[in-house]
Antibody, heavy 121, light 108 residues
Framework: EVRLVESGGGKVQPGGSLRLSCAASGFKFNNYWMHWVRQAPGKGLVWVSRINGEGTTTTYADSVKGRFTISRDNAKDTLYLQMNSLRAEDTAVYYC??????????????WGQGIMVTVSS | SYVLTQAPSVSVAPGKTARITCGGDNIGGKSVHWYQQKPGQAPVLVIHYDTDRASGIPDRFSGSNSGNTATLTIGRVEAGDEADYFCQVWDSTSDHQVFGGGTKLTVL
């Protein structure tokens, strides 16, 4: 079964850091671009970041650039999101998602269950 | 940055047809994907590349894309179709993925 499972969420104070993990199973992890997408409570989906299969190319939304770092460990079939200098507006459910193809116009075909991150004092 | 516009809500009676639109500048020139999200759950891909149903999605779901509007059509609507629906495209200018604000489908 193809599966993505996020972990590492929780409550953190403004200015703090948190690292999210996403464990993949059931598919050849290093063949796929992987993304993070977030959803603030009661709001829509917002794309956060992406990384290619080799882990050599990354892209970030302007709202997180310079604060968040996406990475992957293909030996462990795991995707990461290091989040620093967290702000209240980063409060959201964070989803990892598999990109179905090698092109930029493809879709997210597999999603994790999501993990809540709360930034509050 | 590229903006996708969706109506906040659509209501439809059971057995009728629901149409959910996604507006964007020349969106017909892009590949549009649609996701269904039920409360407390992760999004699920329903339509990709404008018109193709994702695996396991019933043929009551269909998509189209032309000009400045993409449309997700749900025929013979059932209570179980009640959910939020999001459209998504790639913005080549920013090299970012973009989502619409979402449409809440209510089955009356």
């Amino acid at each position: 079964e193809v599966r993505l499972v996020e972990s590492g969420g929780g409550k953190v104070q403004p200015g703090g850091s948190l690292r999210l993990s996403c464990a993949a199973s059931g598919f050849k992890f290093n063949n796929y671009w992987m993304h993070w997408v977030r959803q603030a409570p009661g709001k829509g989906l917002v794309w956060v970041s992406r990384i290619n299969g080799e882990g050599t190319t990354t892209t970030y939304a302007d709202s997180v650039k310079g604060r968040f770092t996406i990475s992957r460990d293909n030996a462990k079939d795991t995707l990461y999101l290091q989040m620093n200098s967290l702000r209240a507006e980063d409060t959201a459910v964070y989803y990892c998602a598999r990109f179905q193809g090698g092109g930029s116009s493809d879709a997210f075909d597999i999603w994790g269950q999501g993990i809540m991150v709360t930034v509050s004092s | 940055s590229y903006v996708l516009t969706q109506a906040p809500s659509v209501s439809v009676a059971p057995g009728k047809t629901a149409r959910i639109t996604c507006g964007g500048d020349n969106i017909g020139g892009k590949s549009v994907h649609w996701y269904q999200q039920k409360p407390g759950q992760a999004p699920v891909l329903v339509i990709h590349y404008d018109t193709d149903r994702a695996s396991g999605i019933p043929d009551r779901f269909s998509g189209s894309n032309s000009g400045n509007t993409a449309t997700l059509t749900i025929g013979r609507v059932e209570a179980g179709d009640e959910a939020d629906y999001f459209c998504q495209v790639w913005d080549s200018t920013s090299d970012h993925q973009v989502f619409g604000g979402g449409t809440k489908l209510t089955v009356l």
